[in-house]
C-alpha cells in the first residue's frame, strides 16, 4: 500500500524534533524501559481517573481462564464509579483454586490495594468453589464484605438449560448449521450472500450473524435472531442460480451438505419456530445484556425485570393451553418456566432485593415521562404500574435478612424504622421533590447520588445505600472481557510472550481504551521519552503543539480510507469476475 510506504517515509525522515531526524527506537527499548514507563504512567492515571480519591469503595470481580500456555490464570478486575479497570493477573501455577485457595488468593489482593475499606463487593462465578469461597470471606471480614454470584453467569447458564430442551435444541441446531455453513466458507458462499443483502444494515447483519460464541448460549438466541432478519436473503441466496452453478462443482458429499442447508432455509415450519423461540427467549435476552453493564446503577433493576417477566409468562400459560407464551408448545413452556424459577430460587442473594428496595424508581407509578427517559428499563410495563409494589412484603423480609448479617446490632432498630418512612414517602423525612420525575429521571442510574441528596433525614438508611447496597454491581462482565484482550495479546503466533510482559500489554491495552473515554480524549497516551534524554516526566500527557503531526495523521488517514475502499469493494462489489481477494 503506497500510503503505507509514504506514512512510513514521512514518519522516519520528516518528523523533525530538535534537528535530528526521528527514528523508531530500539526493539529492546520498547520491550524494556519504555514497556515499563508506559506501564506505570496509565497506572498512576487509570487508578485516579476511574475512582477519583478513591472516596467510593470499588468492586472487586473475578474470572477463570487457560491461556495459549495452558496455564490457569485468574484476572482481577477493579470497578469504580466512573469506570472499570484491569488490575492484575495471577497465575495459578497448576494448582486446584479451591474454596480455601479462593478465599486465601481474594484477601491478599483485597489487602494489598488497602483492605476492607476500599472494597463494597466482590464478584465471581457460580461454581461451588466459589460459593463456598464467597461465604467464607464475608465470614473472615465478618460479613462487611458483600461477595455474590455474577448474574450474567447465572443467566448464561438458565439459557443452557433452555437451550438443552429437545424443543429448543431441534430448531436452534438447525440454525447453527446455516451459520456455521456460511461461516467456514467465507470465500466461496459468504460473498454469494452479501450480494442479496446490501447496505449498512447488511454488512451489520452478516457481522451478528457470525458472531455466535459456544460458551455464550445467550448469543445462539441472538444469532438465530439475525438469522430470522437475514431469512429473505438467505432464501434467495440458496434458490438462486449462482447457488446451483457452485454446487454442481462440488462432490457428492458437498452437494449433500449444500442440499440440506437449502432444505433448512427453505423450510417455513423451522422458520416459524425459531421465530416463536426467539420471541419466547427475547425478554431473558433483555435482562442478559442490561445486566452486563459496567456503568450505573442497574443491579436495582434486576428483581423487577424478573418479577415482571414471571407474570408475563404465568399469564400466557394460564390463558392458552395450547400454546405458552409468544406461541411456542405449552408443554415447552412449562418446562422453561420451571427451570428459570427453580434456578432463581437457589440465586437469593439478599443484596439483589436490598438494591431493588433502596431505588425509588420501583415505588413510584410509571409516568408518561419516565417512559420517555432514555434508558427506562421498564418500558414494558403499562402506565401506572409499580415495578417492586406488589412484592414490598418479599423485599422487607429479605431487608431485615440483610440487617440482621451485614450490618451492626446497634444500627438495626433504627434501620427497620427508617425503611418504614421511607416505603411509606414521609413527607417529615423526604421533601415531594424526591419523588418527582425530574429527581427520579436524574438519578435513575445513580440512586447512591439519590440518597445523598435527599436522605439526610434517614442517616442510617443513606449511609447503607450511598456506601454499601447502592454501590454493588450485578456481574463481573469486565473481567470477562478482558479475556479477549488476552486473545490479542497473546495468540498462536506469540505463544511464548512471557506472562509477565503480557500481563503489562493487557493493562496497556485495555485501561488506555478505558481512559481515553473517560477523558473523552480519543488521543490519549503516555508521555514517553524514546529519545533517552532525562527530561521531566511529571506531564503525563503528551504535549501535542511539541510538533506537527498533522502531516502524518494525514497519511495514516490515507492509508485507512484506502484499506476500506478495498475491503468495502471486496465485501460489494456486485460483479467478481475480476474480483482479487484480499490476503486473509
Known amino acids: 500500500n503506497q500510503s503505507w510506504h509514504s506514512f512510513c517515509e514521512t514518519a522516519t525522515a520528516g518528523y523533525d524534533q530538535g534537528n535530528d531526524p526521528w527514528k523508531p527506537p530500539d526493539r529492546r527499548d520498547v ?52 469506570a472499570a479497570l484491569f488490575a492484575k493477573i495471577l497465575n495459578c501455577d497448576g494448582a486446584h483454586p479451591t474454596a480455601s485457595w479462593i478465599k486465601d488468593t481474594v484477601i491478599t489482593f483485597i489487602e494489598d490495594k488497602g483492605g476492607l475499606g476500599k472494597f463494597v463487593q466482590v464478584i465471581m462465578d457460580n461454581t461451588s468453589a466459589n460459593v463456598n469461597a464467597g461465604e467464607r470471606i464475608e465470614q473472615h471480614y465478618r460479613f462487611k464484605l458483600i461477595v455474590s454470584g455474577c448474574i450474567p453467569h447465572w443467566l448464561n447458564l438458565v439459557f443452557k438449560e433452555i437451550c438443552d430442551l429437545p424443543y429448543v435444541s431441534k430448531v436452534f441446531n438447525k440454525m447453527k448449521e446455516v451459520v456455521v455453513f456460511f461461516n467456514t466458507r467465507k470465500t466461496l458462499y459468504l460473498p454469494l450472500l452479501h450480494k442479496f443483502m446490501r447496505g449498512e444494515d447488511g454488512k451489520g447483519l452478516i457481522t451478528a450473524l457470525l458472531g455466535y460464541t459456544p460458551t455464550r448460549f445467550y448469543s445462539l438466541s441472538t444469532m438465530v435472531r439475525s438469522a430470522i432478519r437475514a431469512k429473505t436473503a438467505l432464501v434467495a441466496c440458496v434458490m438462486s442460480m449462482d447457488w446451483e452453478q457452485e454446487r454442481r462443482r462440488l462432490d457428492s458429499d458437498g452437494r449433500a451438505k449444500v442440499d440440506s442447508i437449502k432444505q433448512i432455509c427453505t423450510d417455513t415450519s423451522n422458520w416459524l419456530r425459531a421465530e416463536a423461540l426467539v420471541r419466547f427467549l427475547s425478554p431473558l435476552v433483555t435482562i442478559q445484556l442490561f445486566m452486563g453493564k459496567d456503568r450505573g446503577d442497574v443491579l436495582p433493576f434486576f428483581i423487577p425485570m424478573f ?28 418446562q422453561a418456566n420451571a427451570k428459570l424459577w427453580n434456578k432463581l430460587e437457589k440465586f437469593d442473594h439478599p443484596i439483589y432485593s ?89 438519578y435513575m442510574f445513580d440512586s447512591a447520588g439519590w440518597w445523598k441528596v435527599y436522605g439526610k433525614k434517614t442517616p442510617k438508611l443513606r449511609l447503607l445505600a450511598m456506601c454499601r447496597t447502592q454501590r454493588c454491581k450485578p456481574s463481573s462482565s469486565s473481567a470477562e472481557r478482558n479475556w479477549n484482550i488476552w486473545g490479542i495479546v497473546q495468540s498462536n503466533l506469540r505463544n511464548r510472550l512471557l506472562l509477565e510482559k503480557a500481563e503489562k500489554l493487557v493493562f496497556i491495552y485495555q485501561n488506555i481504551r478505558t481512559l481515553r473515554q473517560i477523558t473523552d480524549n480519543p488521543r490519549w497516551s503516555p508521555n514517553l521519552n524514546y529519545r533517552g534524554d532525562d527530561d521531566d516526566d511529571d506531564d503525563l500527557i503528551a504535549d501535542t503543539d511539541d510538533f506537527d503531526e498533522e502531516e502524518l495523521l494525514a497519511w495514516w488517514d490515507a492509508f485507512v480510507k484506502t484499506a476500506k475502499e478495498q475491503m468495502t469493494n471486496f465485501v460489494d462489489d456486485d460483479d467478481d469476475d475480476d474480483e482479487e481477494e484480499l490476503p486473509a
Not at 506505570?40 to 470481580?61: D, F, H, S
Not at 425509588?360 to 408518561?368: D, G, M, Q
Request: hydrophobic share 40%; net charge negative; aromatic share 10%.
Open 31 to 82: 520491550l524494556g524501559k519504555h514497556l515499563d514507563d508506559c506501564y506505570e504512567q496509565v497506572k498512576k492515571n487509570i487508578y485516579e481517573k476511574a475512582n477519583p480519591g478513591e472516596k467510593v469503595p470499588w468492586v472487586l470481580t473475578l474470572d477463570g481462564w487457560d491461556n495459549i500456555q495452558k496455564l490457569k490464570l485468574i484476572n482481577f478486575n477493579l470497578v469504580g464509579p466512573i
Open 307 to 334: 418479577m415482571s417477566l414471571k407474570d408475563l409468562w404465568d399469564a400466557q400459560l394460564a390463558n392458552d393451553c395450547n400454546k405458552g407464551f409468544a406461541g411456542v408448545k405449552h408443554s415447552f413452556a412449562l
Open 354 to 442: 436490598v438494591a431493588c428496595l433502596l431505588h425509588p424508581l420501583n415505588f413510584v407509578e410509571k409516568s408518561e415521562h419516565l417512559a420517555k427517559a432514555d434508558g427506562y428499563p421498564y418500558q414494558s410495563l403499562g402506565a401506572g404500574e409499580i415495578p417492586a409494589g406488589n412484592m414490598r412484603r418479599e423485599l422487607e423480609k429479605a431487608f431485615g435478612v440483610f440487617i440482621d448479617t451485614y450490618c451492626d446490632e446497634d444500627d438495626r432498630l433504627d434501620l427497620r424504622e427508617e425503611i418504614d418512612w421511607y416505603l411509606d414517602k414521609d413527607t417529615d423525612k423526604f421533601i415531594s421533590e424526591a419523588w418527582s420525575d425530574r429527581a427520579l429521571v436524574k
